[in-house]
């Protein structure tokens, strides 16, 4: 796993590629990336998983409690350093499909990817000795409606 494409890293050079060219070239890596609008431009976001279609979605969540600020969808220490993201994965999945990708791509990269790449067979699908643990999203809004945690529901429709 490459954590938080783009962050705390090099940027992106023609001539020097860096770690976040690895991350978009090797597939032995896989690129972890925060959909939040802020961490990653939605242009780079977009040619991130054009490019790599096993990258993660990823929400850097952060507990806005003294001294984090929360700001346009951030949170920010009081010397204006992002410290993290108040993203939460339904809005993750949500801003990919505002960028283009269909809705399966945009879940896939919200949890398939991410089971994938650590190797865990009973997260992040749907199937035989999966664990079952299932969010319902609005088919128009794409907005959380039902949560089940290994079958039994937790969240009310």
């Known amino acids: 796993m490459v954590t938080h494409l783009f962050n705390g890293m090099a ?3 023609h001539r020097k ?3 976040a060219g690895a991350a978009l070239d090797d597939r032995r890596l896989v690129p972890s990336i925060i959909a939040d609008g802020v961490h990653v431009h939605p242009a780079l976001l ?3 998983l054009l490019a790599r279609p096993d990258a ?3 929400t850097d969540a952060v507990a806005t409690v003294a001294p984090v600020v929360a700001r346009d969808g951030a949170g920010y220490l009081p010397d204006g350093t992002l410290a993290g993201s108040t993203l939460t994965m339904a809005v993750a999945v949500q ?3 505002a ?3 269909s809705p399966a791509v945009a879940v896939r990269a919200a949890t398939g990817n991410a089971a994938s790449a650590i190797g865990a067979t009973d997260y992040g699908r749907i199937g035989p ?3 079952a643990d299932v969010i ?3 088919p128009e809004s794409l907005a959380v409606r039902a949560v089940w945690v290994g079958g039994h529901a937790v969240a009310p429709e």
């Open 129 to 131: 000795g999966a664990r």
């Open 136 to 138: 319902a999203l609005d």
């Open 17 to 19: 590629p860096g770690l």
């Open 95 to 97: 801003r990919v499909v």
């Open 11 to 13: 940027p992106l050079h």
């Open 99 to 101: 960028l283009g990708s």
């Open 56 to 58: 993660a979605l990823v």
């Open 46 to 48: 977009r040619l991130a």
